[in-house]
């Protein structure tokens, strides 16, 4: 048998690659995955992919097969039937079956557990063309059983490492002799239209232990919540991950270990799923937490009012989102005026609205009159009393929401903007004051006005509108240039309303036809008053939820992929921030990024001559071959100026090229405490050339130090949450550092706060402990610093390497010195135990001290010991080893999990001085210049992306403006078999073969198509 051992980063860091393989659920998620906690599947997935016959033909059949089951499944066949049939007795039937159930459970929740069960039953006796609604991983695993499945888990990568502009190809693992066998997983599921990257899917065939919740903890959970609800099955139904999954990854959250820690080694606990995924779920249990406490604080703002019932509570304790939470509570709000309902409550007439529907034969509405009452002085106002409380009681019925909710999901809700009067107004004024000269404030209003023409007469779909047209119209309605509305079918509220008359709210014995209109005009009065604005908001929420997501993701992969571009190591950098009334400011850099020559020269005024020699002079003396610019003011004339010297051969003998570079964030890093502390004798402009040239020579190093939405990255990064993306930009920089690793000698003290683990405080802590005691020789030494207990050292110390060439740079340090301060540490109580003072070889590898007995145990039956790791002999005896024996054999051997037993074979077969980022694109040198002006319609170029946006790619093809690839041009055809799962397929670095399809010079457009991503 044939085993590919590959490398444990290519799993954790690249949620691309392993989404690609990986991101459809077992459940079938549609492609907005969580709107809210109500709603998560509220759309149809046939909605959202191009119109293929297959996947709704499975669906029905799978439908069918567990239409006889007493679970969700059999809720689902019907849903659809209903808007079809006319007949009123077939509208009845509908919501009986869910009610002995679930009463209280939302329509999308149990839409999502009958696709879960359906594609459970499908899958054994299905053929190839289910692959594209079920997961074929998913499928194979369940046939052949766990190890096939693990097995293909790994191959997975295989077939990703054709890709290396992405990065991923070779870098996984340094033994190249071993081969994998392919499996057959060229079949793919890819939906261009698709704005969401789908979760993680696990599988019935687990990769690691399902583990049951003990009772115990898991009634700790409820009564911690205080909610009607089980916390881990609603977060199982919401992120379509197993519940044994939840209940690790919750735990695990509860314990304090990060998302990187969780992700590399814990990987059997959480079922291999990506970094991505993990926070995904971390961030639905965080949203479930925060919506308990939110209710907890209402209920007790209730009680404090005496307005609390116990039927209101547990109406609170039964929301699953805020926006349920919101519709409950609205009407008792301080601010909020008394409602009709609460009005004719206060009159009393709860009674009789409530006799109206148990026992309306016994009903007289003319003993409720009392002739001088206002609300109850006639008939008239009596009724319309009842009325007004069983509108309120229809509102706010479970199952009642959950049934229109189902008739809106099963007909054509659209959303649709308009201009507003207010623009239209402003816009005629302008026309009317054409010939006068305008204020700037004024023409700018306008030029905001004319950028939303395209939503002025805008129409679309609820369930095809794209995030970024979502994130535009309510842009546009922020600015009141805008009107939006939500339309809901006609049909919709006729259905509705034939149901509750006919069905949930028709009386238990017979009413008279006074009674009986009675309750028609309730239910019609819910609907309009009620209801559609519920249903309105709701559908507002879920659509900007769902697209600032999507916007959150795009900067997530965004960021990924600029921190991990492969440095240029090796060789003296000249960095330049453009200018021109202040000149150019330029940082000579020597290969450890050291700075040796800073100056100013003027290249776009009188004297360029001079300026050239000046140049020439520093290139020459520092041998400087690689020039980085600054893709600021005065980029382009820089650019042409240097190109015009590299043409002439002006640097003679030295081959001089030059990069184009984003500085975006580099003129606010100047004058941060970071940059003033880090060099404080340069002036801030020369501070930002600094900046401009680290950025290719060790990008992750030089952009960890800059707040990541000053990066220049993603689209609508002021119409999403600034703590959400905040959170989110984090979280990817810590697990870029973390898996990427830091040598804790020589990093930088900002680069160490994003180790996993690690904050400002401890990272401080640990650069003055290395600064009074020298380097640290082990990573044990880590715990002797002040602040780093237990759980904050089994965080970071895997991630933090201990590499012999710095550990003994200062080894002037007596030997006993160590010791000594040992000593002192112990005698505070810092630590019980001896801390070794020698080098341990596992230190510089990504093996976590926990496994260090395992590794010793696996390298002495292979024959080699430590003082081997990275060598070709080792490697061989490795090889020879896992050709011999199973992984999993040779896991039961040495006692611990294979996913363990794989990162111990990766950390002592990789080489020393191991970077996953090697194979990572690296910034494109040139030495020519090519103007807008040269090009033309159907030119084929090559470029690198440059940023990738909700609607396409940007692609930067050296003419000064960046090309846009629009998404509808992004084809399966033009793709690699790696990238043909994500939502956009391409993102920032990536090297790409385009042609022109217009030139736009006036408004400084360029549109490309895409031939293909080049390799």
């Not at 007493?70 to 079956?97: D, G």
């Not at 012999?804 to 010195?817: D, F, L």
Request: hydrophobic share 35%.
């Amino acid at each position: 048998m044939q085993i590919r051992i590959s490398s444990p980063w290519q799993h954790e860091l690249n949620p691309i690659l392993v989404l690609e393989f990986t991101d459809v659920p077992l459940c079938s998620s549609p492609p907005i995955r969580s709107f809210s906690v109500t709603a998560s599947s509220d759309e149809d997935i046939e909605e959202w992919k191009p119109p293929e016959p297959k996947p709704r033909a499975l669906t029905k059949t799978g439908r069918d097969q567990t239409a006889g089951e007493k679970k969700a499944p059999a809720k689902r066949t019907a849903k659809p039937k209903e808007p079809k049939e006319p007949k009123p007795p077939k509208a009845p039937k509908l919501p009986k079956e869910p009610k002995p159930r679930v009463p209280r459970k939302p329509a999308a929740e149990r839409k999502t557990q009958a696709r879960k069960k359906s594609d459970e039953d499908e899958k054994p006796g299905e053929d190839k063309g289910e692959k594209q609604t079920g997961c074929p991983e998913v499928e194979t695993a369940e046939e052949s059983g766990p190890s096939i499945r693990m097995k293909e888990e790994r191959v997975s990568f295989i077939v990703s490492e054709a890709h290396q502009a992405d990065g991923w190809a070779g870098e996984g693992s340094s033994q190249a002799g071993l081969k994998a066998k392919k499996e057959e997983v060229e079949e793919e599921d890819f939906r261009f239209d698709e704005p969401c990257q789908k979760k993680q899917k696990t599988s019935g065939a687990c990769l690691g232990q399902p583990t049951a919740l003990p009772s115990s903890q898991a009634q700790a959970l409820r009564n911690e919540l205080n909610m009607n609800w089980d916390l881990i099955e609603v977060l199982s139904i919401l992120t379509c991950v197993e519940r044994w999954v939840c209940v690790n990854i919750v735990t695990l959250l509860r314990e304090e270990n990060t998302v990187p820690f969780m992700v590399r080694y814990r990987k059997d606990m959480i079922n291999h799923m990506d970094a991505d995924a993990v926070r995904d779920v971390q961030l639905i249990y965080e949203e479930l937490c925060s919506l308990a406490k939110k209710t907890k604080s209402v209920i007790q703002t209730l009680k404090k009012d005496g307005v609390l019932t116990d039927e209101l509570e547990q109406d609170l304790r039964n929301c699953r989102s805020a926006d349920e939470l919101d519709h409950v509570y609205s009407p008792y709000k301080k601010g909020s005026k008394l409602t009709k309902a609460r009005r004719a409550k206060a009159l009393g007439l709860e009674e009789a609205a409530s006799a109206l529907m148990e026992k309306p034969h016994t009903l007289d509405l003319r003993a409720w009159v009392k002739t001088g009452t206002e609300g109850l002085s006639s008939v008239e106002e009596v009724a319309t009393g009842v009325e007004h409380i069983l509108a309120d009681m229809i509102a706010k019925d479970p199952e009642t929401l959950t049934y229109v909710k189902t008739l809106c999901e099963n007909s054509s809700v659209t959303i649709q903007s308009s201009v507003s009067k207010s623009a239209l107004k402003e816009k005629e004024q302008d026309k009317s004051v054409q010939g006068q000269k305008k204020p700037g404030a004024q023409q700018n209003k306008n030029k905001d006005i004319d950028k939303f023409h395209l939503y002025f007469d805008f129409t679309s779909n609820i369930q095809r509108i794209q995030p970024h047209q979502t994130l535009a119209i309510n842009r546009g309605e922020s600015l009141k240039i805008l009107t939006v509305k939500v339309n809901i079918p006609d049909r919709v509220k006729s259905d509705f309303t034939r149901w509750c008359i006919n069905n949930r709210w028709r009386p238990r014995t017979f009413a008279r036809e006074d009674l009986n209109i009675i309750i028609k005009n309730a239910v019609e009065d819910s609907y309009k008053r009620l209801i559609l604005p519920f249903l309105t908001r709701s559908y507002r929420n879920k659509l900007t939820s769902a697209a600032e997501k999507e916007s959150i993701a795009m900067f997530v992969r965004n960021l990924r992929q600029r921190l991990l571009l492969c440095p240029i190591r090796g060789c003296v950098i000249m960095g330049v921030d453009p200018g021109f009334r202040h000149g150019c400011k330029l940082a000579v850099l020597s290969p450890t990024s050291q700075i040796i020559h800073t100056d100013v020269v003027y290249l776009h005024n009188s004297g360029q001559q001079r300026e050239a020699d000046k140049l020439r002079h520093l290139m020459i003396k520092y041998s400087c071959t690689k020039v980085v610019i600054g893709n600021g003011t005065a980029c382009r004339e820089t650019e042409s100026f240097f190109a015009d010297l590299i043409s002439r051969r002006y640097f003679h003998p030295l081959d001089v090229s030059y990069c184009i570079t984003s500085e975006a964030g580099a003129s606010i890093y100047s004058v941060s405490p970071e940059a003033v502390k880090e060099m404080p004798d340069l002036d801030p402009n020369l501070r930002s050339a600094v900046s401009i040239g680290r950025r290719v020579q060790d990008p992750l190093a030089e952009l960890v130090k800059i707040d990541p939405k000053h990066i220049g990255i993603g689209t609508y990064q002021h119409d999403v949450s600034a703590g959400a993306l905040k959170a989110a930009l984090d979280g990817v920089v810590q697990e870029c550092v973390s898996f990427v690793g830091v040598d804790i000698n020589i990093c930088s003290e900002t680069l160490m706060r994003h180790v996993a683990g690690l904050n400002a405080g401890r990272a401080k802590n640990i650069a003055e402990w290395r600064e009074q005691n020298g380097p640290f020789i082990n990573r044990e030494q880590l715990k002797l610093v002040k602040g780093m207990g237990p759980k904050t050292y089994q965080q970071c110390a895997g991630f933090i390497r201990i590499n012999p060439q710095t550990s003994a740079r200062s080894s002037p340090h007596p030997g006993p010195a160590v010791p000594e301060k040992l000593a002192a540490k112990k005698a505070k109580g810092k630590t019980g135990v001896n801390i070794s003072t020698s080098f341990n070889p596992l230190d510089q590898t990504c093996i976590h001290p926990e496994s260090y007995h395992v590794a010793q145990r696996f390298l002495s039956i292979v024959g080699g010991s430590a003082d081997q790791i990275g060598s070709a002999g080792l490697q061989q005896c490795v090889e020879s080893k896992v050709r011999s024996s199973s992984v999993e054999e040779l896991a039961k051997t040495v006692d611990t999990t294979p996913e363990t037993l794989k990162l111990i074979i990766d950390g002592l077969t990789q080489p020393p001085g191991f970077d996953i980022r090697q194979n990572f694109g690296q910034a494109d040198f040139k030495q020519g210049i090519v103007s807008m002006s040269d090009l033309r319609v159907g030119a084929v170029l090559t470029g690198r992306v440059d940023n990738t946006a909700l609607f396409g790619a940007f692609v930067d093809i050296g003419v000064g403006r960046a090309g846009l690839i629009h998404k509808s041009n992004i084809t399966l055809d033009k793709l690699p078999v790696s990238q043909r799962r994500r939502s956009l397929a391409l993102g920032p670095g990536e090297r790409v073969e385009v042609r022109v399809l217009n030139v736009d010079a006036q408004r400084g457009r360029i549109g490309l198509d895409l031939i293909r991503v080049l390799q």
